[in-house]
């Protein structure tokens, strides 16, 4: 054997050992309590999100899964936090749309890379935004919403609670692919949002389903369309705002779980492979449904593309309004 092929050979058995050394810590995998990190204060989307799948976590895995909420400037001290925690699976976090989408287009600085500094486990669900109006505007659908837009540029309204979240970009990615000028205005907070809207104070809003649904349902707002691609079980009469004039408009708010750099593969993928069974379990996709959330669970690298192409859509929608983070 020359010292070359023994030197390729030696190099080749240190490398399945090391493999196999990594499928064992997977196989073991969890020894020790997990800890979930929610980048959001309690009772939101995201954090039922973290509570329901470390709750189903813990009783699959026997190991105790700590949700830690640790909330503050647009979940960036959240992920911070997990990008400085050690790559073993043993502390992962809620990754939603904000932080890991939007904020890269929203912040000149950021103490994180979305794509460098994070494993990508599985995009857990969307939470599509509902369109709504007040029963004043003059307008049945979306195509009609767009011609009295077109007809009186600048005289309708859209709210939001708070600048670059989730409702605003929808309403600037409406603005830009419809070809109108409605103006955008921001409110602190869903609350306040809701009630000035229902008010007539503005005309419309981009909102999650459970914020809206007992005012539509009450005849106090009208639901044109819904920011989904296909219709959801929940409106079944309620059409896409795709299909309803403007093609290929999507726009929701989405919540997955990533964690640190680095995390090995065989271990990524055996949270990613639980955690999308969990949401195939009724009661989950149930509890889910209620929230206003469609369950997704797809593969670690299905989910680090879509992040990626996320970062790429929102940023243009921010560039193109100049949104400006507070």
Not at 83 to 95: E, L, N, R
Not at 157 to 178: Q, T
Not at 207 to 223: F, M, Y
């Amino acid at each position: 054997m020359t010292h070359s092929t023994r030197m390729t050979a030696i190099a080749l058995a240190v490398a399945l050992v090391g493999a196999a050394s990594v499928s064992a810590h997977a196989q073991d995998f969890p020894t020790k309590p997990i800890r979930f990190i929610v980048p959001f204060p309690p009772g939101g989307g995201n954090d039922v999100i973290g509570r329901v799948v470390g709750q189903k976590l813990s009783e699959r895995w026997g190991q105790q899964v700590i949700v830690d909420n640790r909330p503050g400037a647009n979940g960036i001290i959240g992920l911070q936090l997990l990008m400085q925690s050690p790559p073993d699976g043993y502390t992962i976090a809620v990754g939603a749309a904000g932080p890991l989408a939007v904020n890269p287009g929203l912040y000149e600085k950021l103490p994180y890379n979305s794509l460098r500094d994070f494993t990508a486990i599985t995009n857990a669900a969307n939470f599509p935004l509902l369109l709504v109006v007040h029963p004043s505007v003059n307008a049945r659908n979306v195509r009609e919403l767009i011609a009295l837009a077109k007809a009186e540029p600048s005289k309708l309204n859209c709210a939001f609670p708070g600048v670059g979240n989730s409702a605003h970009l929808a309403a600037e990615l409406f603005n830009s692919m419809a070809g109108v000028k409605i103006v955008t205005v921001a409110y602190k907070g869903t609350g306040p949002t809701i009630t000035d809207v229902l008010a007539g104070q503005v005309q419309m809003t981009f909102s999650s389903i459970p914020s809206v649904l007992p005012h539509v349902q009450a005849g106090k707002l009208r639901a044109l369309a819904i920011g989904n691609l296909q219709r959801i079980s929940a409106l079944p009469d309620v059409p896409t705002i795709a299909e309803s004039g403007v093609p290929g408009y999507e726009a929701y708010s989405w919540v997955g779980v990533v964690g640190p750099a680095n995390m090995p593969k065989a271990v990524t993928a055996k949270i990613s492979h639980e955690i999308v069974d969990i949401l195939r379990v009724k009661q989950v996709g149930d509890s889910l449904t209620q929230q206003g959330a469609i369950p997704v669970g797809d593969s670690p690298e299905h989910f680090a593309a879509y992040i990626k192409a996320e970062i790429a859509k929102w940023g243009a929608v921010i560039r193109k309004a100049n949104i400006k983070a507070e």
